[in-house]
């Protein structure tokens, strides 16, 4: 494929000629490769692709934006960081004993699983993840098509999440209306019309579904309304999935409840932090953690036309929403 950037030892030239829209109220996106990027984050996800070394090893929690990934940056480091998971030491005699794993206290769960993009290789576009410990967390925006080879080609494990794109609109709008002004009705042409961080949503999905299809060991692809219906039978899954499969019972309830939107969202360090990365308040992380809270937002006009695009999308996918 013709490149659209020219890189240095440093940088990464955006090509000029690169389709372009002002949208939600003043951002600058970029369309590249059949998806649109906020200016700041083109340079780095290209970074991110040509430099990044995966490894056996990592773990990549991928997602569109305001799919709930802040729940599983907080339970994959559980999961993994588990005394009494199989690979950990195994028979769980100690449970009691040992201090248990709660980072939560003095870390946004944004800590726990950094962003390749979005903080490694937009602070650093040469950014060396070599020295980082295996089993290395990272976490990434980028569609399926737009990922590193090496994510592609090594035995490294993907989690995907998605969400009803009803939810995920409000919640972006909720979210990026923190730091900008745009109404609502603007933004929900712009989403409907794919302009959005890493959008459109239904590529972006449809990217990582169909490749879990072909590969459900390497990827696996779950769902926000899942995880809140089901939260210990998903955390399950998710655990065996990732090779950590989890053996106690209480240890699978005590996790969800570490985990859950209620804790996290009243620690104090999400009340008053903010990402030091993108300026974004940590409360901006936890708002409501809803299933179905368009309803509030959304007229009937916006749900019909938004389920109609996700119907045509969709078709013949084998996923639904
Ligand atoms: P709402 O804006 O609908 O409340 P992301 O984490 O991908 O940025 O998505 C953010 C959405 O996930 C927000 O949705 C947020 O409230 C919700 N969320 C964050 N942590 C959660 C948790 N522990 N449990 C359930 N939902 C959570």
Redesign the pocket.
């Known amino acids: 494929m013709e490149s659209s950037s020219s890189s240095s030892s440093s940088t990464f030239q955006i090509d000029a000629r690169l389709p372009k829209e002002i949208s939600w109220g003043t951002i600058e996106f970029l369309q590249w490769e059949g998806f649109w990027y906020a200016k700041p984050h083109l340079a780095a996800v290209m970074a991110a692709r040509s430099h990044f070394k995966a490894r056996d090893e990592d773990v990549i929690l991928a997602?569109s934006?305001?799919?709930?990934?802040?729940?599983l940056k907080?339970i994959i480091p559980c999961i993994i960081n588990s005394k009494t998971s199989a690979a950990g030491d195994g028979n769980g005699d100690n449970i009691d004993e040992e201090e248990d794993y709660d980072p939560f206290v003095e870390h946004h769960p944004n800590d726990l699983m950094p962003a390749l993009e979005t903080q490694i290789f937009r602070q650093d576009p040469n950014a060396d993840l070599s020295g980082m410990p295996s089993p290395r967390l990272l976490r990434t925006h980028m569609p399926y098509s737009i990922l590193p080879e090496s994510i592609k080609d090594s035995a490294c494990k993907i989690v995907y999440i998605t969400r009803d794109p009803k939810?995920v609109f409000?919640?972006l709008w909720?979210?990026l209306n923190t730091r900008i002004s745009c109404p609502l009705h603007e933004a929900f042409e712009s989403f409907c019309n794919g302009v959005h961080p890493f959008g459109p949503f239904h590529d972006h999905v449809l990217g990582y579904w169909k490749e879990s299809l072909k590969r459900p060991e390497k990827i696996l692809f779950l769902k926000y309304e899942e995880l809140?219906s089901d939260p210990t039978g998903q955390v399950r899954k998710l655990a065996s999935f990732l090779g950590r499969p989890l053996v106690q019972v209480d240890e699978v309830d005590k996790l969800v409840w570490k985990?859950?939107?209620e804790r996290?969202k009243n620690l104090e360090i999400n009340r008053t932090g903010v990402d030091p990365h993108l300026g974004f308040t940590y409360k901006s992380?936890?708002?409501?953690?809803?299933v179905g809270?368009w309803k509030n937002h959304l007229s009937a006009e916006m749900r019909k036309h938004l389920d109609k695009i996700t119907q045509t999308k969709l078709e013949g996918s084998g996923l639904s929403h």
């Not at 934006?65 to 729940?71: E, I, Q, R, Y």
């Open positions: 997602s934006m305001k799919t709930g990934s802040t729940w907080a939810d409000v919640s909720h979210f809140k985990c859950s939107f996290l992380y936890f708002r409501v953690g809803l809270d």
